[in-house]
């Protein structure tokens, strides 16, 4: 695995490697990267979508892990001189949350790749904040 050293936190660089653009950025760092795995990072900010009563809400927990799928597509075009694809959210399986994040933290989400055919990849996410791992999910995406 490639360890970006240091890890890559300029923002404008970063929304160049997915397809959503702010309010909706659920990524603010890239950590680790090779062919079959992506971790990112998020501080959990007040001005955040998904930030209500100073908790991280579930829907911005899916995002994340969805973006953080996105953004290893991204870096990969990115490595080769392309622009970044569009994909889709296909099917989201064995979504878990066992706790929210409250304002302030730092989470780190770790993408596997466990199949990449045809422009349609499965992965398994987990998002970790601070020694607890706070979520899990299967995603499935396809590129546009």
């Known amino acids: 695995m490639e360890r970006l050293q240091p890890p890559i936190t300029d923002s404008e660089f970063i929304i160049e490697l997915i397809p959503q653009k702010n309010p909706f950025v659920m990524v603010d760092t890239l950590h680790h990267f090779s062919e079959h ?24 927990l899916i995002e994340n892990m969805a ?10 075009y990115y490595l080769k001189n392309k622009p970044a694809p569009v994909g889709y959210i296909g099917a989201i399986k064995k979504a878990e949350i066992f706790e929210l994040p409250k304002l302030g933290s730092e989470l780190v989400t770790t993408v596997t790749i ?26 499935k995406t396809a590129l546009a």
């Open 114 to 139: 466990l199949h990449d055919i045809m422009g349609v990849t499965l992965v398994e996410a987990k998002v970790e904040c601070g020694e607890r791992v706070i979520a899990t999910s299967e995603i």
């Open 37 to 60: 795995k992506i971790v990112s990072g998020l501080t959990v900010k007040s001005e955040n979508l998904f930030c209500v009563d100073a908790l991280f809400l579930e829907p911005g």
């Open 67 to 76: 973006q953080t799928v996105a953004m290893h597509k991204g870096y990969t």
